[in-house]
């Protein structure tokens, strides 16, 4: 019984830890395979044993909410499913009745508030109970309504979710592998509580709906006309379908369903199944709910789920195969993460061969070893994972040198999360990449400098610092007879660095690579410190939380850069090569004219004045203006040249009184015509 009772305390502590990290730091530590099994056992034990800790995992919903944001309680907790990967406990747990079947999407629950047809309140899931209130950023989400048809009151479920082709987009646009976002669920949780609206606007935010809460004081029963989906024999407020249907004249996008019965389930999952690689949301798993809605309610609910819905889960396909070794992979960052190269083996119709471990706590959970016998799975059918490891003969490879550079390794242990680092900081490894980051389109621009080219520098001792790439003259015999090189592209790569030179604090601080620190982040540093390195550079780890989306890590990660003498000797040498344009406390151009100064603008179509529309978003910020991703009630102007367009963007300006320009029309708002 002690050693049961132990066994419940370890896996208390190892799937709260997991909970923590995904719900609340949107970082990952073990597998959903890993966490779902661990739970599981935790469950057969508490039955067993007919013992519950305190704190334990399968009492609690989600986590504590710890956020700058405005907390608010829910009316009532909003509870998790029981879960279940057999298609055959789904047919007994509908029986008789009608049921729904819907994907279950894997973003961030939301509860949206309508009165008199207008958007007034929005929070997120939180821990169930406790949740934060994102209202001005719902208000960016981008196919949310603003105002609906329907006059009463109006409370909604939905998920919050970034699609995997705007994700892929948005990667696409960050040079840097470094910086580049781990997942949509990851993403679409920062940005859906960030403390800036302007970030989320950005980011392609959408809203899913899936369930209706309440409906009250307003025309509901009768407002949606019967059709195959909404018979007539059906009382709408007692059919979730009919529910959805409603739902959607009123112009919300609802989760994709079907009607089933327990006869019709198995064929329905597997339409399902067959959908989800082609599939553009993010999912999990699915949804089956009791299309009779009083008929659930009845039914009541647990401590912690409610009877009137279960949750399906993938049932991931394994493959046996052996583990050949672990691939170290180095980053600028330091970081060297380990990958497992294993036997190819087919999943999901694809051939896998490789996959992340993300840290050295994974590998020694999994007692992993080269030679292991291992069973691999697709998470959500996608991503190839790690299921288990049948050998365990235990983690033994880890390199004591770096395997680029052959500096000396270390662990570092951080929020309970071991890591591998390079000690070196002349890695080359770390050069390279950080010094592609330096030169890339975002931050100083330097054509000509390739990864490839940059290799070679850094390899004939051309470049050691960010300061020597504005003094390649100093080898310009040696850079003409190289291969691929000659005079033109010699003299090409000096006027590209010359230009570079000039340039901006945004770039200069996002192209340092300091971690974590990426664009959108140099430029909410910059206006913070009002365009005063100095100052940001000497600020303290709380100062630098006081600016939007600076969190405690980033901050850390900050100090922890500008504390070393080195790289503020590095950057001291870099700032008396530039030339860095003077910005006003503002942000603005000059001193003197701000002509832009309040107004937020949206870009879309295709642009002829400028080389891409990024570049006309920067003109924009250096006017005073703002550029966001999404039309609100908040935008002053929409940019594009096809002004009669019935695109969406033009459609929702026009809905909401918004002027629409040409970029000629742009032009003359800036000269003041």
Sequence with gaps: MQDKIRRMKELTALLSEASKAYYQESREIMSNFEYDRLYDELLALEAETGVVLAGSPTQRVGYEVLSELPKEAHPSPMLSLDKTKDVGALQEWLGPQKGVLSWKLDGLTVVLTYEDGKLVKAVTRGNGEIGEVITPNARVFENIPLQIAFRGRLILRGEAVIRYSDFEKMNAEIEDADAKYKNPRNLCSGSVRQLNSEVTAGRHVNCIIFALVQAEGGEFADSAAPSETTPAAWDLSNSVSSRFAWLRQQGFEVVEHKQVTAETLPDAVAQ???????????????????????????????????????????????????????????SRTGLINPVAVFEPVELEGTTVSRASVHNISIMEGLELGAGDTITVYKANMIIPQIADNLTRSGVRDIPKICPVCGGETMIWQENDVKSLYCTNPDCQAKKIKSFTLFVSRDALNIDGLSEMTLEKFIGAGFIHEYADIFHLDRHRDAIVEMEGFGQKSYDNLIQAAERASHTTLVRVVYGLGVAGIGLANARVLCRKFRYDFE????????????????????????????????????????????????????????????????MTFVITGAVEHFANRKELQELIEAKGGKATGSVTAKTTYLINNDVNSTSTKNKKARELGIPILSEEDFLKLLDGE
């Design 272 to 330: 399902f199944a067959h959908a989800i690689t082609d599939y553009d949301i993010p999912s999990d798993g699915l949804v089956l709910t009791y299309e009779d809605i009083a008929y659930g309610e009845s039914l009541g609910r647990t401590a912690k789920f409610p009877r009137n819905s279960i949750a399906f889960k993938w049932a991931d396909e394994t493959a046996e195969t052996t583990l050949s070794y672990i691939e170290w992979s180095p």
């Design 535 to 598: 100052k940001m550079r000497r600020a303290s780890a709380e100062e630098l939380q006081e600016a939007d989306g600076i969190g405690e890590v980033l901050a850390d990660g900050w100090c922890r850069y500008f504390a070393s003498e080195k790289n503020n000797a590095v950057v001291d040498r870099l700032l008396a090569e530039l030339d860095i344009e003077q910005m006003p406390e503002d942000g603005g151009e000059d001193g003197s004219s701000q002509p832009l100064s309040g």
